[in-house]
């Protein structure tokens, strides 16, 4: 997959998605130009493995689909296109099972860490807002029981700020019928 990593020209989609499926680590795309993506924390990984965990139950006999970091979104803007491996995303209206990304997640989460947090929430975070489908975007921190998540205000169609924090507390995730606590997503996490 040296193509990507040294890549100093404009990468086709085509191109980038054909090298992802034969990569060794994951890279996300912007508008051609390719990524490589750092490994994460294991408290980075067991707090997105909860999540997960805690999604897939939820969902469980319903229409919806939690998918992990292995997954892309791909969001098209009217002159580029990005790919983004979020930790996990839901979503309702699925693309074929042969593609490697979603193009229409619900709701996406993204564990925050030192190394990605600037894009994270700022590149990362106005880029998904964009995405007609989402109507939840949960940015969860590392270091504290706390998440700050973007939600869907209707009729308006812009996003709403709201912060959880504090084990005991609950997310509630109506748009999926689903309600979460942060002692779930931080259970086996050593926090100061």
Avoid: W
Avoid at 18 to 26: D, I, L, N, T
Avoid at 61 to 87: E, L, M, W
């Amino acid at each position: 997959m040296t193509a990507l990593r040294q890549a100093s020209y404009l990468l086709s989609i085509e191109d980038y998605l054909a090298g992802e499926e034969q990569a060794e680590s994951k890279h996300e795309y912007l508008g051609g130009v390719v990524h490589a993506m750092a490994g994460a924390s294991n408290r980075h990984n067991t707090i997105a493995s909860n999540f997960l965990v805690s999604l897939v139950t939820r969902l469980r006999g319903k229409p919806c689909q939690a998918f992990n970091s292995d997954t892309k979104v791909r969001i098209t803007f009217p002159d580029h296109t990005r790919f983004y491996y979020p930790d996990a995303m839901v979503v309702c209206h699925l693309n074929p099972e042969t593609d490697h990304f979603q193009d229409h997640p619900v709701l996406i989460i993204e564990v925050l860490s030192e190394s990605t947090r600037r894009a994270d929430l700022t590149e990362k975070r106005d880029a998904y807002l964009t995405l007609g489908t989402l109507k939840v975007l949960i940015f969860v921190e590392p270091d504290e029981a706390r998440v700050i998540l973007y939600r869907r205000s209707l009729p308006q169609g812009g996003f709403a700020v709201e912060e959880y924090a504090g084990r005991e507390s609950v997310i509630p995730l109506p748009e999926i019928e689903a309600e979460i606590a942060l002692g779930e997503l931080y259970e086996r996490v050593s926090l100061d």
